[in-house]
């Protein structure tokens, strides 16, 4: 199965965004995404992304993300889909 995704990131006004899209072939047919985070500063940034799949319907997310440090960080999404809704709180540790 084919799958592309691309992410790109630029400078705005002092600010960064984060612009991505995908395209996803599996069994039950393809799906599409496209979302988009603002950075408010270095540390923490706001999105938000659409699917569009097949199979699963339609979903809309929110999504935020704080870094604590490099290497730590914590993010809360919820996404409104056709199965129902979902609130994600996580941990995130890079190393």
């Known amino acids: 199965d ?15 965004i984060n612009l991505e899209a995908g ?11 496209a979302g988009g985070d603002f950075y408010i500063d270095n540390t923490f940034s706001v999105g938000g992304l659409i699917r569009d799949d097949h199979y699963d319907g339609d979903s809309y997310t929110l999504r935020t ?6 290497s730590f ?11 129902g809704n979902i609130l994600k709180v996580g941990l995130s540790f890079r190393f």
Do not use: Q
């Not at 084919?2 to 960064?16: D, P, Q, R, S, T």
């Not at 395209?23 to 039950?28: K, L, R």
């Open 23 to 33: 395209v996803t072939d599996t069994y039950a047919g393809t799906g599409t995404e």
């Open 2 to 16: 084919a799958n592309i995704h691309a992410k790109y990131v630029a400078e705005l006004g002092g600010h960064f």
């Open 73 to 83: 960080s914590g993010d809360l999404s919820y996404t409104d889909s056709d199965f």
């Open 65 to 70: 993300r704080k870094f604590f440090s490099e």
